[in-house]
């Protein structure tokens, strides 16, 4: 009987000798304490992330809506312009707007510049947090061509694409 006692003693040790992890005293793992520091830390970021995250969806979808119309709207002034080798007005945006969605968004041309207002009556569209902001799309002229487009007004602001 003796003997086998010593061997149990002495596999529990060479077992403690061959852990990787050894945990010194009775300590077998986190204590709850310390459970909910960590769970609290990940709380805290997950409140400080979503709100983030909700916003940056949002605004990429209105972006997805809004930009593929202005690029429309930009690329007909751009035809108009090396056509006639001057900006449209007012009197020719029945020609800029032809077979261009318009939902949604009332738009004007002063000297090549459009002005898009949103107008948006139903609460449930993905714009009606735009409702009655401007984007204003302004043309860089060259002698012969339109380089690029400036866009400002509180619309541009507010989807952060001002440049």
Same mark, same amino acid.
């Given at each position: 009987?003796?003997?086998?006692?010593i $061997?149990?003693? %002495?596999?529990?040790?060479?077992?403690?000798?061959?852990?990787? /992890? #050894?945990?010194?005293? *009775?300590? =077998?793992?986190?204590?709850?304490?310390?459970?909910?520091?960590?769970?609290?830390?990940?709380?805290?970021?997950?409140?400080?992330?979503?709100?983030?995250?909700?916003?940056?969806?949002?605004?990429?979808?209105?972006?997805?809506? $809004?930009?593929? %119309?202005?690029?429309?709207?930009?690329?007909?002034?751009?035809? /108009? #312009?090396?056509?006639? *080798?001057? =900006?449209?007005?007012?009197?020719?945006?029945?020609?800029?707007?032809?077979?261009?969605?318009?939902?949604?968004?009332?738009?004007?041309?002063?000297?090549?510049?459009?002005?898009m207002?949103i107008?948006?009556?139903?609460?449930?569209?993905?714009?009606?947090?735009?409702d009655?902001?401007?984007?204003?799309?302004?043309?860089?002229?060259?002698?012969?061509?339109?380089?690029?487009?400036?866009?400002?007004?509180?619309?541009?602001?507010?989807?952060?694409?001002?440049?």
């Amino acid at each position: 009987m003796i003997p086998v006692k010593i $061997i149990n003693r %002495r596999s529990k040790r060479e077992l403690k000798q061959k852990r990787i /992890f #050894y945990l010194s005293g *009775n300590q =077998l793992g986190m204590s709850v304490t310390e459970l909910m520091v960590a769970v609290c830390i990940m709380a805290i970021l997950a409140a400080v992330a979503i709100p983030f995250y909700i916003n940056y969806v949002q605004q990429s979808r209105v972006i997805s809506i $809004i930009i593929p %119309r202005l690029h429309l709207i930009e690329t007909n002034i751009s035809f /108009f #312009y090396s056509l006639n *080798n001057s =900006l449209p007005g007012n009197t020719d945006i029945a020609d800029i707007l032809q077979g261009i969605d318009t939902e949604y968004c009332e738009i004007s041309l002063t000297n090549g510049s459009i002005a898009m207002t949103i107008h948006v009556s139903d609460n449930s569209s993905k714009l009606h947090i735009l409702d009655n902001k401007v984007l204003i799309a302004s043309p860089v002229v060259t002698k012969y061509k339109i380089v690029s487009w400036h866009l400002s007004g509180e619309l541009a602001d507010r989807l952060g694409i001002s440049h």
